[in-house]
């Protein structure tokens, strides 16, 4: 495997993002988690009726298949400081009986943020928009006296780098402290050792390390600081466009990989003040996309982590039926934790039996873990009507309990015909817009599961034999370590598959040669006149296009380049120049093969696209002016996906068929050379496992 080498990054400290020393899996049981959402109510513990609540609900998770509760609700962790000891009873209390019934608990809270107000108006406001935060925030006055560890929280808050002002997050009403700051740091530790003595919690998701103004945060002396020692440069004001948003400026690069690096450092340290078995992740729902340059979430972040987990934010399916949103991110997630040999889980929200059995199949067709969870919070209906939606620990039962019972189907690992290389060097140097690699790197996903590709991702150049064809799109930032791969790959059989913009980069984002120059194919390029601005424009830029004609290119043998991205309309047929691999012929189906230790495939089949139907009834009690990204979905039903498919598999020893929601209504035949399925009239998910001679 090639190392991800970001030597440049610091002269004082070498960071390798990935190396070849991966630490060991530790064995476990596939993560079948739901959330723990606490509410005022629970607060009157230890009375009867939240005594008898705890053990309702630690009961429904055992019988529905559930190995795993992480706590949701007290969000903000620094706002309830004066009554840690009450909330911690709580939690433990929680801990004890999922304990008794076999599972295992994670607290989840945000590290960094603190919610804050000034008026009655205010705090009206707050908890009307997020009464799932439930939060005793002070307001500014009160919380200016508020001191942990011997400093006052006040001094941890980060500095807007334009005018030096507290910076604040109005999305949630929230002031962020600074992983750069050795006072929050070592508070933090301090309490993440005091959670885990008082609780006697498996784990934790430690959210929120991160920078939240994106690029306008942060300023302080500790973030100077530490760009002055560990890269002896000092931050330049925001109208310095030589320096702000020019990534043709080395020095603003170093700006960005300090950002990683910070995020990254703070998750080793809050990881060192735990237990040594007990499990972290962090929320990386950005951690692949261009966002990540300026929030800091990224490999360094994912490095911290002994697991992964990767948020679905809104809704899923998508209100227009579309599922395929998280498939690139979760690609790159799944790719990683595969490398690494830990545990991912994907999070996504669901308020009924459809939608949480979609979010489940959804996970388990990629082949990684699931967390399911509601946010009725986010509905803005009172509390006396949450009640009209069933409980997390009541959602997951008919998923949850076929494959606590099945394991067969789903202890397996990915087994790709093409793998999609995901360039984290292009992503972090190479423009820092949507369109420059991100979007590329997207629609290849998206496009070539969509016409029937067996595709994964790869997050380092494969080792040779690892997977028949790799596709770099637009992987304009490479090393010399990835060109030898690359060959090598190439060398031993592989076929190597180049889009767009290619090799102008090397691994610090300046400018090298064209790698494609070394078989005498030059790209031409056209003219990149993007001017810098603060804030970076990553949204809208405009990205650089190759002017070659529109075709396949071998430049040596097994490596061929196409000048198109596949961003575009036209985007390159691999077909034309890997007509060997296999391709499926299953018409409003995506397809993904993973392999288990016997040898026998499974390939997951989920529905491309879906008719969706929603709660109304529930949903008229929502508050006027409620947000409206979440909604209430309980029907969803896959939109022109083939009943009948035939699957083109040679040599076929012995098939079954899994219809997960379906127990009737499914049919299997093997034939010389095919294996046909039909499938039951709303069958959005199956799986067929099957042994070739």
């Not at 599972?103 to 919610?115: E, F, G, N, V, W």
């Not at 005793?136 to 006055?141: E, G, L, N």
């Not at 529930?618 to 947000?627: C, D, I, N, Q, S």
Request: proline residues 7%.
């Amino acid at each position: 495997m090639t190392a991800l080498d970001y030597q440049h990054i610091s002269p004082k400290k070498r960071r390798i993002i990935m190396t070849d020393n991966c630490p060991a899996k530790t064995p476990h049981e596939h993560i079948r988690a739901v959330s723990w959402w606490l509410t005022y109510d629970d607060f009157k513990f230890p009375d009867k009726d939240i005594a008898d609540k705890i053990r309702w609900k630690a009961d429904n998770m055992a019988a529905n298949g559930v190995n795993t509760a992480i706590v949701f609700g007290a969000h903000w962790r620094w706002d309830w400081m004066p009554v840690w000891t009450m909330l911690h009873d709580l939690i433990a209390t929680v801990a004890d009986a999922c304990h008794q019934r076999g599972i295992k608990i994670y607290d989840h809270h945000s590290a960094t943020l603190a919610q804050r107000y000034r008026t009655r108006e205010d705090l009206r406001r707050i908890r009307l928009r997020h009464p799932h935060h439930i939060s005793p925030a002070p307001t500014f006055d009160v919380g200016a006296s508020w001191e942990y560890n011997g400093s006052k929280l006040d001094s941890w808050r980060m500095l807007n780098v334009t005018d030096g002002q507290v910076s604040f997050q109005p999305q949630y009403d929230t002031v962020e402290f600074c992983m750069n700051n050795p006072d929050f740091v070592s508070a933090y530790c301090r309490y993440v050792k005091l959670l885990f003595d008082e609780t006697g919690v498996d784990g934790l998701s430690c959210d929120d390390g991160t920078f939240y103004s994106y690029f306008i945060s942060c300023g302080c002396e500790h973030c100077r600081n530490r760009f002055r020692n560990e890269y002896g440069l000092a931050l330049p004001p925001v109208d310095d466009l030589t320096f702000w948003g020019n990534w043709q400026n080395p020095d603003w690069r170093r700006w960005v990989d300090l950002r990683h690096a910070t995020s990254g450092d703070f998750l080793q340290k809050v990881r060192s003040a735990m237990p040594p078995n007990a499990g972290l992740f962090a929320c990386m729902s950005s951690a692949s996309s261009p966002s990540a340059n300026s929030c800091g979430q990224g490999l360094p972040m994912m490095d911290a982590c002994n697991m992964l987990m990767m948020e679905m934010c809104k809704n899923m399916p998508d209100l227009n039926g579309d599922p395929t949103g998280p498939l690139p991110n979760q690609l790159f997630q799944a790719a990683y934790a595969e490398k690494r040999q830990i545990p991912l889980m994907s999070c996504g929200y669901a308020y009924t039996d459809a939608s949480a059995n979609v979010v489940w199949a959804f996970s388990k067709f990629i082949g990684i873990d699931n967390w399911l969870s509601t946010n009725k919070g986010r509905l803005s209906i009172r509390f006396s009507d949450w009640d009209k939606l069933p409980d997390d620990s009541e959602l997951s039962g008919q998923a949850y309990r076929f494959e606590r019972d099945n394991p067969k189907w789903f202890d397996t690992r990915s087994d790709a015909d093409i793998k999609i290389y995901y360039s984290d060097l292009s992503r972090r140097y190479y423009g820092g817009g949507v369109y420059d690699f991100w979007a590329d790197y997207q629609q290849a996903v998206l496009k070539l599961f969509k016409a029937g590709w067996n595709i994964g991702c790869a997050i380092a150049i494969p080792e040779p034999g690892e997977c028949p064809a790799l596709l770099l799109p637009s992987v304009a930032a490479i090393s010399e370590k990835e060109i030898a791969a690359i060959e090598a790959f190439a060398a031993a059989g592989g076929k190597v598959l180049i889009t767009g913009p290619c090799g102008l980069l090397d691994e610090t984002g300046a400018l090298r040669g064209q790698y494609t120059m070394r078989y005498g194919y030059e790209q031409q390029l056209s003219a990149w006149d993007r001017k810098p601005k603060f804030p970076t424009d990553w949204i809208t830029a405009v990205p650089q296009e190759v002017l070659n004609p529109a075709c396949w290119s071998q430049l040596a043998p097994g490596i061929f380049y196409h000048p198109v991205r596949f961003n575009a309309t036209a985007f390159p047929d691999v077909a034309e120049v890997a007509p060997e691999l296999p391709r499926f012929n299953a018409p409003g189906w995506m397809l993904r093969r993973q392999r288990d230790s016997s040898g026998a495939k499974l390939l997951h089949g989920f529905a491309a696209d879906f008719e969706i139907g929603f709660d109304t009834a529930v949903e008229a009690l929502r508050l006027p002016g409620a947000p409206w990204g979440n909604r209430i979905i309980n029907s969803a039903v896959p939109r022109n996906a083939a009943r009948h498919l035939e699957l083109k598999l040679p040599n076929i020893a012995n098939a079954e068929l899994a219809t997960p929601f379906d127990k009737e209504g499914s049919k299997l035949a093997v034939a010389p050379g095919c294996i046909a399925i039909d499938l039951p009239a709303n069958c959005f998910y199956f799986i067929l496992r099957y042994k070739q001679a």
